[in-house]
């Protein structure tokens, strides 16, 4: 087991230097310049474009910018922003916490709705339960979160008057009322999150449970006369959550990089928001930052997720 | 259901007595079994026929601009209404509607097999291969979608427009880069379904028969680990419609001028208070569409599965 | 009216009983046009104390609570001199301050300058060549040092070092400034300069402490602290920031205006779209005021109706226009489509620009997009008044739009069509992703179907239309396309830079990668002359009538105006924002008060 994990991590370090080197020159490539809100400025003359992006190393080779970028990161520098001329792990750090508050607390909402409303959904399939359960999941990834958190605004925050719509990350206060604060302002996007999300998850957590349901040894778990709900629980659920385990892995880095969407329908200052706008503005090194740290949570909860595999089922063999 | 068990042995009993049905006739007699499937491809017909035929029926200009029906709720003149240009919606849903329905499907069609392809052959293989497919699909995953897709406009559209035709050209591009984009959880589920599924007993039983890995792979394994593919297949087919209308945001999808229903959808957005009904109809239909094919799928899964008899 | 009553006009204006602009309505109505009623002013020594000024209430400064302003951009640095866009310029003015700003009709407004110079108090020179700025003596910085010449002088040199890389240096390179005393500075030009109000003026001319930013000028100019917690002169102070997200400020006690500002502590939260800012205003009234409001006319109407506040139009120099491409973009000469040696098959003939001009309906653009947010034009030019031209006309008419083309030898064909010489009139218009656009474009093309000409639409992010990288084809200078439409903002009173877009040798060509201004590489000799002569010309009368003349050669052939669209922002009832359409809307921030 210990020679598995130290072998996968040290297979990461040549797939991430490799995934780094592919994002670079994609970025590079990319169309666009951090400096184009400039050009429809008359006031601005062209030469002030062109000297900035020479000091910024825009117009150097992508192999020599690219090399430049991994000897500063190797040092633990980061670059910076050409938007806020600032570092830009400063940056990322000030949007991390909201981040990880917002979208962690929809994941969480999503499998504590889906995993027991799928296996009870499965329990009794085309019954009128699992009927209401699969039309909630449909209208849930039918529409696209720009439409339901649009919905819950107009009517949450407009209509009703209860729940703010504009996210602010530091509320002055203390003690209850500004936990009660945080909560209400926080209420709407993770529902959207979460909604959206559990949607799907409960499909899944549906469909694995209803192939693992008719496999043999359930079959003969339930001719040694174990109850159903012992059956459910030890010998189904247990092979279910593979496919939930894999959703889940591939869904924590993106509580790292933030939920761009939702982010921006109620103002979250959160990654999501902070790499859109980047993107936006052809903010190299901001984008490159945040999708290495990316990449880097993908390949660890890969291997994380191969381990949870051997766990919930011992005769997958990990070589 | 929990009791069809019983029939069981019967039925495996019979056959010398009767004639072997063909394995597609069996197929679809338990298909036909299964009244939401049967109802879900009735649905799925009309909303094909609906915007194939329907403009046949309902042939109205889909750009005539009249600003004296602004945002009018349905009627006879516009039976779903119009939006804020005045143009009739129906018939932009219709138009749309081969759109959106044609690249669903196909981008859905084109993630799911590469996706299955890729995670059937990372999880049969003992060595090498596994690690190099899933570093590819870390790869992807990572790949910032928005800065990639201008990439991708920047560097093939005028190349694939001069070869295919404009519409042509750019319904490839974007199936492809939808499809493209979205086969990597396809990829992971089948993975871990193989992982897990090749090591249980009757998947032994045959191996140890002399069985070929493909035969194994197509006869126990995949059938067995179809469930979250059905799934991921009608989750895609909405992702590419909204996605599609994402797509042409950036310039990469079809004109501007172009209705499809996640474009229709996202041009509603501003007017929601007055006119739901603009985007009731595109929401609606996509909603429909998601919902038959899900049903379909299980269906479908029900109907092939070997040990299952209804 | 004789001449008594206009100097008894004139008196009641001095003494603060009648308003500037009210003398200035009263004229225009006795049929003198405003740029004279301004001139009759001035020349009776009325400083140009703008009206902006005069709508402010409170007795005393501070108390009023909160001011709340949302921002769907975020501001992402706070050095005026680094602003990369509108957003952060306006970011930087709650904090810092140009000696002057412009006001609502396109005049300057002392800030930190004593008075504005004239040749009346000797701050501007009989030739042209110098300016002489006097500072208002006692204003400090949030610090509580003073302000003083030293100041301007680095501020100068600050912006105008190429290692700064400043994006405000082109307003400062080509000038030289030299202290004169501890209050006052002298600007010097190389040539006779009419247009001497560019440095320190407005969101390029805002003044940074040199005892702050002394050790970070060059090229360690990344590396201020201050660049993102400034220290200036202006009403409030810096709390925090959050870059992309939150600015926070309180009310600087030591404000150099008496009884302002009105506001205890001030917000600006960034991020979002317009219209759910729109409704944070109008509907909710969760914030004070909300920027930019770049939503159809419709829609804002709506939201009104929530009785929140209201949306507040103010006019400056931004246009929406077409552009006809002079140069075939289907033909590539040495590498490059749309270059100069070639000629457009279409608009190469004048007859086929005026029959587009025709086809154009910008009275319902204008009617059901824009709205109270946009005027139909036909110029380039449309403020500040005295610059306008009177001589043009729009009109949307297909049957003469018709006859034109027939006349020009375009025929129609079997389809409906038009040909001539075996080629379709199929025309490529492409603009960048914006809704009011993309139905711009929708009206243009019905209109056009009409008369026989296809047109294919295009779209382009706008992240990617508007960039300058030579090597992307989809972006606006390189105009790889029949048409194209987009908004450009002439950000300062005067035209100019904004003239300069016209000029021949500013053609984007790949030679200048594409630097250069003028998109649609229209070429005339005359208008050259023009330009060149309205350069030096130090007659404002004299200058303002070449500018005329200018803006009517443009608008006859390649260029099409098609709507002077406002500034539109949202305010919450009960709150007096005043604003101006040529400067930042932030630039008469201390006048901002809530009604009682």
Redesign the interface.
């Known amino acids: 087991m210990g020679a598995y994990i130290l072998r996968r991590l040290l297979i990461a370090v040549p797939s991430l230097l490799g995934i780094s080197l592919i994002l670079f020159v994609v970025l590079a490539m990319a169309p666009g310049d951090p400096f184009g809100e400039l050009a429809s400025n008359p006031n601005v003359p062209p030469s002030v474009r062109a000297a900035l992006r020479v000091k910024f190393g825009l117009d150097d080779p992508i192999f020599t910018r690219y090399l430049r970028w991994l000897w500063a990161m190797l040092h633990g520098d980061w670059g910076f922003s050409f938007a806020s001329r600032v570092n830009v792990d400063a940056l990322i750090l000030q949007r991390l916490p909201t981040t990880l508050f917002v979208v962690g607390s929809s994941q969480v909402l999503a499998l504590l709705v889906a995993v027991p409303v799928g296996l009870y959904a499965a329990r009794r399939p085309y019954s009128l339960a699992d009927q209401v359960a699969n039309t909630l999941a449909f209208v849930g990834f039918s529409l696209p979160t720009f439409f339901t958190g649009l919905l819950f605004i107009l009517l949450f925050s407009i209509k009703l008057g209860w729940l703010p719509f504009v996210y602010q990350a530091d509320l002055p206060g203390s003690g209850l009322a500004w936990v009660w604060a945080n909560v209400r302002q926080a209420i709407m996007p993770v529902a959207v999150l979460g909604f959206f999300q559990a949607a799907s998850y409960t499909r899944y957590v549906r469909a694995s449970a209803l192939d693992v349901a008719r496999l043999d040894y359930v079959t003969t778990a339930r001719a040694k006369g174990l109850t159903e709900g012992t059956v459910t629980r030890r010998h189904i659920a247990r092979n279910a959550l593979i496919p939930v385990v894999t959703l889940v892995a591939l869904q924590i880095p993106a509580v790292f990089g933030g939920a761009i969407v939702t982010e921006q329908i109620f103002r979250i200052p959160g990654i999501g928001s902070l790499l859109i706008d980047a993107m936006l503005a052809n903010d190299t090194p901001v984008v490159m930052a945040v999708t290495f740290v990316f990449a880097g949570l993908v390949i660890l909860f890969n291997l994380v997720a191969d381990l949870l595999y051997g766990w919930l089922d011992p005769r997958i063999a990990l070589r | 259901m929990a009791g069809s068990t019983l029939a069981s042995p019967s039925v495996e009993a019979v056959p010398p007595a009767r004639a072997p049905a063909s394995p597609g006739r069996e197929t679809w007699r338990r298909f036909r079994r299964h009244r939401l499937a049967l109802v879900s491809v009735a649905v799925l017909a009309v909303l094909v026929a609906g915007v194939l035929v329907g403009g046949l029926v309902w042939p109205v200009a889909i750009d005539d601009i009249d600003f004296a029906a602004q945002l009018q709720g349905p009627s006879w003149d516009h039976p779903f209404g119009t939006d804020d240009l005045g143009q009739d919606l129906l018939a932009r849903m219709i138009y749309g509607g081969r759109i959106s329905l044609a690249v669903g499907f196909a981008a859905m069609a084109v993630a799911c097999v590469i996706g299955v392809v890729v995670g059937a052959l990372a999880g049969m293989s003992r060595r090498l291969l596994d690690p190099v497919l899933m570093w590819l699909t870390d790869l992807f995953l990572s790949l910032p979608q928005l800065p990639l897709l201008l990439l991708i406009i920047y560097l093939f559209r005028d190349s694939l427009k001069a070869v295919f035709g404009t519409q042509g050209g750019v319904f490839l591009m974007i199936v492809a880069v939808i499809g493209g984009l979205r086969w990597m959880p396809v990829a992971r589920l089948v993975r871990a379904q193989f992982l897990t599924l090749r090591e249980k007993v009757f998947v032994e039983a045959a191996r140890s028969q002399g069985a070929s890995p493909f035969h194994l792979v197509r006869r126990h394994i995949l059938p067995n680990a179809l469930g979250p593919v059905i799934v991921a297949a009608s989750i895609e087919v909405s992702a590419a419609i909204i996605a599609e209308s994402t797509l042409s945001f950036l310039g990469l999808g079809f004109p501007p001028d172009i209705p499809t229903w996640g474009r229709l959808l996202f041009d509603a957005k501003d007017h929601l208070d007055v006119a739901p009904h603009w985007a009731l109809f595109p929401g609606g239909a996509i909603f429909l569409t998601v919902l038959s094919i899900n049903f379909i799928g299980d269906g479908l899964r029900d109907a092939l599965d070997p040990r299952r008899v209804l | 009216m004789d001449e008594r009553d206009l100097r008894g006009l004139i008196g009641q204006v001095k003494s603060g009983h009648l308003s500037r602009r009210g003398f200035v309505q009263r004229m225009v109505a006795l049929g003198l046009t405003a740029p004279l009623a301004g001139l009759m002013l001035a020349g009776n020594g009325v400083a140009m104390a703008s009206d902006l000024r005069a709508g402010y209430r409170p007795t005393k400064a501070g108390g009023g609570g909160a001011l709340k302003l949302?921002w769907w951009q975020?501001p992402?640095?706070l050095?005026p001199h680094?602003a990369?866009?509108t957003k952060d310029q306006e970011a930087c003015r709650i904090f810092y301050e140009p000696l002057a700003a412009w006001d609502a009709d396109g005049n300057l407004a002392p800030v930190l300058a004593a008075e504005i110079p004239s040749k009346e108090n000797g701050g501007l020179a009989a030739d042209g060549r110098s300016v002489v700025w006097r500072i208002k003596p006692g204003v400090t910085w949030h610090d509580g040092k003073p302000l003083t010449a030293d100041d301007l002088v680095f501020t100068w040199e600050y912006a105008r070092d190429?290692?700064t890389?400043a994006?405000t240096?082109?307003?400062y390179k080509d000038c030289k400034v030299e202290k004169v005393d501890d209050l006052t500075v002298r600007v010097l030009f190389d040539k006779p300069t009419p247009y001497w109000s560019d440095a320190f003026v407005g969101n390029?001319g805002t003044v940074i402490p040199k005892h702050i930013f002394a050790p970070y000028a060059g090229a360690k100019s990344?590396e201020a602290p201050q660049?993102?917690a400034p220290v200036g002169t202006g009403p409030y102070r810096f709390l925090?920031f959050?870059?992309?997200?939150?600015v926070r400020a309180e009310r600087n006690p030591a404000y150099h205006l008496p009884n302002r500002p009105a506001f205890d502590t001030l917000e600006m939260?960034?991020?979002?779209?317009a219209?759910?800012a729109a409704?944070?205003v109008l509907?909710?009234g969760?914030?004070d005021y909300a920027w930019n409001l770049l939503?159809?006319d419709?829609?804002l109407k709506?939201l009104e109706t929530g009785g929140k506040g209201r949306v507040d139009v103010v006019y400056g120099g931004k246009l929406e226009f077409l552009l006809l491409n002079t140069t075939d973009p289907n033909v590539e000469v040495d590498g490059e489509k749309s270059s100069l040696k070639t000629k457009h098959p279409a608009f190469s003939d004048p007859k086929i620009c005026q029959a587009l001009n025709l086809l154009i309906d910008r009275k319902?653009i204008e009617?059901?997009i824009y709205g109270r947010t946009g005027r139909a034009t036909a110029n380039s030019v449309n403020g500040p008044e005295r610059f306008v031209s009177k001589n043009t006309r729009f009109a949307f008419d297909p049957a003469k739009a018709n006859a034109l083309l027939d006349e020009a030898g375009w025929k129609k064909g079997a389809d409906g069509i038009r040909a001539k010489d075996g080629k379709r009139l199929k025309l490529l218009f492409q603009t960048s992703?914006n809704?009011p656009r993309?139905?711009t474009?929708?009206?243009i093309?019905?209109a056009a179907a009409k008369a026989g000409i296809e047109v294919?639409?295009?779209?382009?992010?706008?992240?990617?239309f508007?960039?300058?990288?030579p090597?992307?084809p989809?972006?606006?200078?390189h105009f790889y396309a029949d048409m194209e439409m987009?908004?450009?903002?002439?950000?300062?009173a005067d035209p100019a830079?904004?003239m300069?877009?016209y000029v021949s040798r500013e053609a984007a060509t790949k030679d200048?990668?594409w630097?250069?201004?003028n998109v649609a590489r229209w070429r005339n000799p005359d208008y050259d002359a023009l330009y060149t002569a309205a350069q030096t010309e130090l007659d404002p009368v004299k200058r303002a009538a070449l500018m005329i003349k200018a803006n009517d050669l443009v608008v006859s052939e390649n260029i099409l105006p098609l709507i002077h669209r406002a500034e539109v922002s949202g305010v919450s009832a009960g709150l007096v924002a005043p604003r101006s359409g040529w400067d930042n809307d932030l630039s008469f921030l201390p006048e901002w008060s809530r009604d009682a």
């Open positions: 949302l975020a992402t640095l050095n680094f990369i866009g190429p290692a890389a994006v240096t082109g307003s390029v990344r660049n993102l925090e959050r870059p992309g997200d939150i939260k960034g991020g979002g779209d219209v759910s409704r944070a509907q909710t969760e914030y939503v159809e419709e829609v709506r319902s009617d059901y992703i809704a993309q139905k474009q929708a009206i093309k019905q294919e639409l295009k779209s382009i992010t706008g992240s990617v508007f960039s300058s990288d090597a992307n989809d972006t606006f200078p987009y908004a450009f903002s002439m950000s300062q830079t904004w300069l877009q200048n990668k630097q250069g201004r």
